[in-house]
């Protein structure tokens, strides 16, 4: 059960601690539950606990919460200043110039997650170009971003 | 007589002269996400004018804004959350939610939910139920969006909330209700007195429900944005004499309520019940139940 969020960290050079006992698949969708949670659920709810992500189409879709823990452990992660940060809850792709600092992996195709200067995670993107090189194009595609919740909302 | 004319008639004789308002939109702070002041500071650097609400512990007036708050990176983040003003009291009226077993008996689409964890500081379980599956994802991405953790949301009428076999310490009750005309322009177009009969009938249904599963100890927080007494008192007075429930006292923003309405004289502990007319907010009933030792 826990192959699909491994390999979605694995991307990320992350490693998180997710107690099995307490991680629970509903069709495509993962949970997070905690002992208060678990002595007092039924089988059919809708949402429960932390929301972890979901598979569609053999694909994992993570959470905001799950981007959020990954943000607070070791992994590959971005900064970007203010008005990248904005663009790209916007849905934008990400400028090198945009790009305040760097952690973990700067390699094409790495996958990293984007923080504002004040380290919370805006979502995620995959590197197009070796972030060492210097660069005027687009660096990292965005993925998926906060911006998320408002896209939602207008389906 | 025009339906405008009979609703205003109603409410002169409960004391209030009718006026147009517009509630001021609010915000709350998701206290369980960042601390307070920090929140404030980033909205007043865009340029974001707030007033603290003065009888809210972490709700602001928003008085001008640029933009949509409901796009910003801090309400993307769930540092904050928009709930008017008034609805922001109920959940604020229990005693103690830290570490309890909390009903949601009409959740969607979450914001006293969101609320409620806020209060728990994500500890505790808090059950959620809504009858409209339809409603429920806007709920999920609610939680989603402020890191909520304690939360369960089931797709289930509260009048059937006893299959859950639990028994809780504290139970909402922000019931579905016939709303009213501050924020609804086509309210006295609309809304007719056989409606808010039907909705007092379902609210009955559901207070009976509760008071099954409410522990012994536990309390009950009934509100709704109605203003009509049919809603409100009349069905309190209801609940006091039919399902063995006393009437707490609380003590928040609104004013005492009669005890005597449309010439029928009620129970004196509908006095502690809280009436908010529309003003500087929109309008709210809310009240407090325990059950009678
Ligand atoms: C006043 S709204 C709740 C607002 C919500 N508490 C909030 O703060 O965001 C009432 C809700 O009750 C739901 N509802 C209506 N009848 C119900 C029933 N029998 N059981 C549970 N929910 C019901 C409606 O779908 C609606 O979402």
């Given amino acids: 059960m826990m192959k699909p969020l491994e390999d979605f960290l694995s991307h990320f050079n992350a490693k998180i601690f997710l107690d099995e006992t307490f991680l629970v698949k509903k069709r495509n969708r993962y949970f997070l539950w905690n002992e208060a949670l678990k002595n007092v659920i039924a089988r059919n709810f809708f949402y429960a606990g932390l929301y972890l992500g979901k598979m569609r189409k053999g694909r994992f879709f993570p959470s905001f919460n799950l981007l959020k823990m990954i943000g607070k452990t070791k992994a590959n992660k971005v900064v970007v200043d203010k008005k990248t940060e904005w663009l790209f809850i916007c849905g934008r792709d990400i400028f090198k110039r945009g790009i305040k600092k760097v952690k973990g992996s700067r390699e094409k195709g790495s996958y990293v997650l984007i923080l504002n200067m004040k380290d919370e995670c805006l979502g995620y993107g995959k590197i197009l170009h070796n972030l060492n090189k210097t660069s005027e194009r687009v660096v990292i595609k965005n993925i998926l971003d906060i911006g998320d919740f408002l896209r939602r909302e207008s389906k | ?293």
Wanted: charge should be positive; glycine fraction near 4%; proline fraction near 2%.
């Fill in chain 2, 1 to 293: 007589m025009s339906n405008k004319k009979f609703f205003e008639e109603r409410y002169a004789k409960l004391g209030w002269k009718f006026k147009y308002v517009k509630p001021k939109q609010a915000i709350r702070i998701n206290t369980m996400n960042i601390a307070e002041e920090k929140v404030v500071n980033r909205l007043e650097a865009l340029k974001i004018k707030l007033e603290k609400v003065p009888f809210l512990e972490h709700g602001y007036w928003v008085h001008h804004s640029e933009f949509s708050l409901g796009a910003t990176s801090e309400y993307l983040l769930g540092l904050y959350s928009i709930q008017e003003a008034a609805a922001q009291i109920p959940a604020t009226l229990f005693t103690e939610l830290k570490n309890k077993v909390v009903l949601d008996a009409c959740a969607a689409p979450g914001g006293k939910t969101v609320q409620l964890a806020d209060l728990m500081q994500n500890t505790g379980v808090i059950i959620a139920l809504d009858v409209k599956k339809e409603r429920l994802t806007a709920m999920a991405n609610h939680l989603e969006r402020c890191h909520v953790k304690n939360t369960i949301i089931y797709n289930l009428d509260a009048r059937h909330a006893s299959k859950l076999k639990l028994k809780f310490d504290c139970i909402l009750l922000d019931v579905p209700c016939s709303g009213n005309f501050s924020t609804d322009k086509q309210w006295f177009r609309k809304r007719t007195i056989k409606d808010i009969e039907r909705n007092a009938k379902l609210q009955r249904e559901i207070m009976t429900e509760a008071a099954k599963i409410l522990k012994d100890d536990g309390e009950m927080i009934y509100s709704t944005c109605s203003l009509e007494p049919e809603e409100n008192e009349l069905n309190i007075n209801w609940a006091i004499e039919n399902l063995n429930l006393k009437v707490a006292k609380i003590d928040c923003y609104g004013e005492n309520t009669s005890t005597k309405i449309f010439g029928k004289q009620l129970d004196n502990q509908i006095e502690n019940c809280r009436r908010i007319w529309p003003g500087k907010t929109q309008g709210f009933f809310v009240c407090k139940l325990k059950k009678v030792a």
